[in-house]
């Protein structure tokens, strides 16, 4: 099994990004996808410096895919989304069926976990198109996934998330500028200062969601990590992290060390908790119970 690290979600400063980039090059990730996926008005980055990170870390030995936007509503954007799909040099994850239009039969790609992806019918025709890898859409459970393994092309990589915040919705209308009360269009980028995202908590005080721009999220990250024996089993080849502000050094040894039995998922579990101070996780979707519900599995 391999790792990866999936596309930025938050809006961080262009130094913050490439000293983060910087940093991953030495960590046991195989695979790591870059790319503006929330907001086409987080442009601290152009794609100039991404294709820039994007050789530094294929350099370091790392498969470099380029992500693209989950919602696109300009034809700036569209004329962004063809300049990534026609880079020439790294594949293209497909956040929106735009894209795979734009990649059909032309490049390989992946298949974005924004993409529904419910059946082997529609794994079986981006195959077709392209597709060399498909992600699993957040909101689906074990027996859905064990089931699509089974039936999917079998040249058909498989890819599931096993932690970080779950991407819920996306708006036309950003949830941050509305906090603050002020409208879309001069939103002055406040999500820049919300690094892991604005929590949003209900009034008995549980985290609820976090609100991400356009975007809203699940309010505590999703963890498998006891589950990567059970993935291994059904024939899941990449594991994804969602990139976060803090310990994410820490998350992917962690992971690193269960994926190669150098550590069992237990204490794996307890070192998590130590260094995070024990904080809260969900699993619901996984168990096809409510996303936000968390079940202990201590065996």
């Known amino acids: 099994m391999k790792l990866s690290l ?8 262009k130094e913050k990004v490439i000293e983060f980039y910087k940093q991953v090059e030495d960590w046991p990730v195989e695979i790591v996808y870059l790319g503006e996926v929330v907001c086409a008005k987080r442009r601290e980055l152009k794609l100039e410096d991404w294709l820039q990170i994007a050789k530094q870390l294929e350099a370091a030995g790392k498969e470099v895919v380029l992500s693209t936007l989950i919602l696109l509503e300009a034809d700036s954007e569209l004329s962004r989304l063809e300049k990534i799909c026609g880079n020439g040099d790294y594949m293209v994850e497909a956040n929106d069926i735009s894209a795979v239009h734009l990649l059909d039969r032309k490049n390989k790609f992946v298949i974005g976990p924004h993409i529904n992806s419910y059946n082997a019918g529609t794994l079986a025709v981006m195959h077709d198109c392209g597709a060399r890898r498909w992600v699993m859409p957040f909101e689906l459970g074990q027996s859905t996934l064990r089931r699509l393994v089974a039936e ?34 001069q939103c002055e980028l406040r999500c820049l200062s919300d690094g892991n995202g604005l929590p949003l908590q209900t009034q008995e ?4 969601f976090t609100v991400n721009g356009v975007q809203l999220q699940s309010g505590v990250p999703c963890n498998l990590i006891d589950e990567i024996n059970t993935l291994s089993d059904m024939g899941v080849e990449v594991l994804r992290i969602s990139p976060e502000a803090e310990y994410m ?7 690193s060390a269960v994926i190669k039995q150098e550590q069992n998922s237990q204490d794996a579990f307890a070192s998590m908790q130590d260094f995070l101070g024990q904080q809260q996780w969900c699993n619901g979707f996984w168990h096809e119970d409510a996303g936000m519900e968390w079940r202990e599995k201590r065996n």
């Open 6 to 13: 999936g596309p930025l979600q938050y809006f961080w400063a």
């Open 249 to 255: 050094q820490e998350l992917v040894e962690l992971f």
């Open 152 to 185: 999917k092309p079998a040249a058909l990589e498989t890819e599931v998330l096993v932690y970080g915040r779950l991407p819920l919705s996306f708006s036309a209308r950003c949830f941050t500028a509305r906090a603050d009360n002020v409208p879309k269009d």
């Open 205 to 208: 005080g549980q985290e609820l």
